[in-house]
């Protein structure tokens, strides 16, 4: 069935719309509306509404992860939609921190917005299909918790920090007659490892594209050229990418990826 994106938030402001730092999309698959993430304030809804996008018409919403970048706008999606179900990772509590030392500083979602709303909230412990061809995918690389350490990111579990092995992250995919499209809103576990994660999910189908922030604003050139190469190698035909990313990065993808790299950005609608 078709599948239509827009870009509600990102980093990049369109000439019509602000951003801010955050992501938020909405998708229409066949008869379904999904909302995945919701920014890091209310902008979300102004900028839907602006766009002509009906946020009491979701079926469904899907957080990403459990930042603060992606969740904050949650409170103001369940006061404009008072059905959709809201899915998340099983991890999702208020405990992600992130910084070195002691001070560590508070990044996750609004704090009680689980309990608050907690009929709403779904929790996705495997690989689970929402709706015909919409599937949430947790992640299944091992040793993510180095990803962590090297975030200086960390949760605190039964008063312990531990580094964040991002079992809150989950990939939202979606069957087109083009193939999979894979939405990631920050890639924390690597968007290389994510690629492979939903092609060893999903058999003998074709990933067609690959859309979302891979975090690599705070990455080395190195490591930027590195993840660039395999990212080629999954032979992905179609990468948007932005919000997390930063235009460095971003550059530096390109000259690998050329034609295969496309920027996110506030309106930027997609079809497949």
Partial sequence: ???????????????????????????????????????????????????????????????????????????????????????????????CYAGRWLFRRYIGIPPTVLSDYSRRIRYVREKTEIFPGVTLLPHSTPGLQQAGRREHMFRRVGGRWQPDDFSHEQSLVLETEEGLVIFNSCSHAGADNIINEVAAAFPGKTVRAMIGGFHL???????????????????????????????????????TLGQRLHPLQVGLTMEF
């Avoid at 102004?46 to 469904?60: F, I, R, T, Y």
């Avoid at 660039?228 to 990468?239: D, M, S």
């Fill in 1 to 95: 069935s078709t599948m239509r994106a827009t870009v509600v938030v990102d980093n990049r402001k369109s000439d019509a719309l602000p951003g801010e730092w955050g992501l938020c999309i909405y998708i229409e698959h066949g008869e379904r509306k999904l909302l995945l993430d919701t920014g890091a304030s209310e902008l979300f809804a102004e900028n839907a509404e602006k766009l002509g996008l009906d946020l009491s018409a979701v079926d469904a919403a899907v957080l990403s992860h459990a930042h603060y970048d992606h969740g904050n706008g949650m409170e103001a999606f369940f006061r404009r939609n008072d059905h959709a179900p809201f899915y998340v990772g099983p991890t999702c509590a208020a405990n």
């Fill in 217 to 255: 604003y705070n990455k080395s050139e190195a490591e930027v050229k590195t993840l660039a190469q395999k990212l080629e190698a999954t032979g992905v035909a179609y990468i948007c990418t932005g919000h997390c990313t930063g235009p460095e990065a971003y550059e530096l993808l390109a000259r």
